[in-house]
């Protein structure tokens, strides 16, 4: 398997940027201490989010959603159907999932597919084709992000698509335990004379943490032709370096209006394996970190790279490149990597 391979250290002040069931940020115990968590998930999607609208990357164009019958509904009529239309758009999406009882508008499960896979589909189907047919033989070279984050259909298997990207659960790289932030909101319309007290009183959680992130590309698999590989390498090269720039640079949205923890990383390593399998540096933090007088970023860095160097020296893991974020700037970092994709 030839790897792409993003190791990041990233501080954030108070935040709160992935929330569990009760508000509260996610967490976990690792090295027998709580720790600040950022699942993969959240990641995921503030990165294929971040690569279609701020970046403004091609082929970025993928949907995850359980409102499928309009969109095909749309592209059948563009296609000259003109009888029978709904029931064609229900035929289609029973391929991907079942029809919601409450809303016939709407499937049981969200379904991510790209604008010219549903016009594929429909037109075949417009045309007279069987719409399980057509769905398995649509090709998706608009959707890059489909082929980097998968799908899973639970209806039919063979539709499923293997995410050429993989992510780690962030954690921080020290020991962390939530705060409560007590707030009070005043009614403007009030005054002390009437009432002193406030509008409306409550409680957040927050943290903050230097986290240690994940996340891998398997290059072998994004080259597949059931991937991108109806790409050239220099396409497949931009959604490789959107990929990278969107991964350092994205950050999950919870609470941006009232805490606005966005910041860049601190220290990022870039490697490219030309084969072997994908290996975190997380436990260079197992031990957590503390300050010894030079703070959590500095000695994370620190941990972080006699890891790398660890594992190099004993387990003999050799790289093809290996790029360090500030050592170089952003377009030297992306293009060390980038040039590897074949």
């Known amino acids: ?59 970025f164009t993928g949907i995850r959603s359980r409102i499928l019958k309009q969109p095909f509904i749309d592209a059948l009529e563009k296609h000259g159907l003109e009888k ?13 999932s079942k029809q919601d009882g409450k809303d016939k508008a709407q499937v049981t499960t969200a379904v991510y597919l790209s604008p010219d896979e549903i016009d594929q589909i429909a037109k075949a189907v417009a045309e007279g084709g069987d719409a399980k047919k057509a769905s398995k033989k649509a090709q998706r070279n608009d959707a890059a992000d489909i082929a980097l984050f998968g799908r899973m259909i639970a209806n039919d298997a063979t539709l499923n698509v293997e995410g050429a990207a993989m992510f780690s659960h962030a954690l921080s790289t020290h020991k962390v335990a939530n705060d409560i932030d ?54 497949r090269g931009a959604v490789v370096d959107a990929f990278v720039r969107a991964t350092l640079l994205a950050v999950p949205g919870a609470r941006k209006n009232s805490m606005n923890a966005h910041t860049v990383p601190s220290f990022v390593l870039g490697t490219i394996k030309e084969k072997g399998q994908p290996v975190q540096l997380v436990n260079a933090f197992e031990k957590p970190v503390f300050q010894k007088g030079m703070g959590i970023v500095e000695a994370s860095i620190e941990g972080l790279t006699a890891e790398h160097d660890k594992l190099k020296a004993t387990w003999g893991m050799t790289t093809a490149a290996e790029v360090a974020l500030p050592d170089t700037d952003l377009e030297t970092f992306c293009f060390t990597l980038v040039k590897h994709v074949s």
Request: net charge negative; charged share 25%.
């Open 182 to 235: 007590f707030f009070t909101a005043v009614d403007d319309r009030k005054t002390d004379a009437e009432d002193a007290g406030a509008g409306m009183m409550g409680t957040l959680e927050f943290n903050s943490a230097c986290y240690y992130r994940y996340a891998a590309l398997n290059l072998d698999l994004l080259a597949d032709e059931k991937h991108l590989g109806g790409l050239s390498a220099e396409e």
């Open 84 to 96: 029978d239309v709904e029931k064609a758009a229900d035929a289609i999406c029973a391929v991907f």
């Open 1 to 59: 398997m030839k790897l792409l391979e993003l190791h990041i250290l990233q501080s954030f002040p108070v935040s709160c940027l992935n929330r569990d069931d009760v508000g509260a940020p996610k967490s976990a115990i690792f090295g027998g201490v709580a720790r600040a968590r950022i699942s993969s998930q959240s990641l995921k999607r503030a990165v294929r989010l971040h690569a279609r609208d701020e970046l403004g990357a091609k082929g």
